[in-house]
């Protein structure tokens, strides 16, 4: 079994900043790409970033690109996602996802292992 466990989520008004985490805990799969998604209300989930395990890859989505950074320290097998200039917009359930791959994965069903999600709202 593979636990990931996100924190970090709260309400912040528009132009700030929130920092998640997402802690995996089980099964080793350090090696393997991981991810963040986010789902609003009413809509789809959405791709927001991956990075490899080499940290060589990385891929973002355009609406986050250049607000948004994502990273990992793979010895805490711990991934982050820094927000900056939040928008509401940006206002979703916020996934943590994991993958056996080594590449870079955009599909969601391309993720082996799901955290339960962390609450973001952005105020305007």
């Known amino acids: 079994q593979v636990q990931l466990v996100e924190s970090g989520g709260g309400l912040v008004q528009a132009g700030g900043s929130l920092r998640l985490s997402c802690a995996a805990s089980?099964?080793?799969?350090?090696?393997?790409?991981m991810g963040w998604f986010r789902q609003a209300p009413g809509k789809e989930h959405e791709f927001v970033a991956a990075?490899?395990?080499?940290?060589?890859?990385?891929r973002y989505a355009d609406s986050v690109k250049g607000r948004f950074t994502i990273s990992r320290d793979n010895a805490k097998n711990t991934v982050y996602l820094q927000m900056n200039s939040l928008k509401p917009e940006d206002t979703a359930v916020y996934y943590c996802a994991a993958t056996l791959k080594t590449y870079i994965e955009d599909r969601r069903l391309g993720y082996d292992y799901w955290g339960q999600g962390t609450q973001v709202t952005v105020s305007s």
């Open positions: 089980g099964r080793t799969f350090s090696r393997g790409a």
């Open positions: 990075k490899t395990w080499s940290g060589v890859s990385t």
